[in-house]
């Protein structure tokens, strides 16, 4: 199994700039495919942006293509979310999960995840 701990999130105004990061524990870190998601009060859960274990691929929901940028450092065991140019409709929670380096599903299918952390709570104030 891996552990996931995001950080990084809070309260910033529209337009600004936020990073989070997910440090994983518990197995290799490069035998993951990981994601970002999301979940907006009273919404479901979204699918925000991932990553192949090796970083060399990545993959973006339209809503934040542009604007987000998500990267990943095997020897440091973490994957990071880059959030630009933020709007009030990017407030939610943000969970970041991880699923096998071998799977070839869809990238955005959450429940393909296994793995997922506490999440942290991003906030964009207009």
């Known amino acids: 199994q891996v552990q996931l701990v995001e950080s990084g999130g809070g309260l910033v105004q529209a337009g600004a700039s936020l990073s989070l990061s997910c440090a994983a524990s518990?197995?290799?870190?490069?035998?993951?495919?990981m994601g970002w998601f999301r979940q907006a009060p009273g919404k479901e859960r979204e699918f925000v942006a991932a990553?192949?274990?090796?970083?060399?691929?990545?993959y973006y929901a339209d809503s934040v293509k542009g604007r987000f940028t998500i990267s990943r450092d095997n020897a440091k065991n973490t994957v990071y979310l880059q959030m630009n140019s933020l709007r009030p409709e990017d407030t939610a929670v943000y969970y970041c999960a991880a699923v096998g380096r071998y799977y070839s599903g869809s990238a955005s299918e959450g429940r393909a995840y296994p793995y997922w952390g506490q999440g942290t709570q991003v906030t964009v104030s207009s």
């Open positions: 990553i192949s274990w090796s970083g060399g691929r990545t």
């Open positions: 518990g197995r290799t870190f490069s035998d993951y495919r």
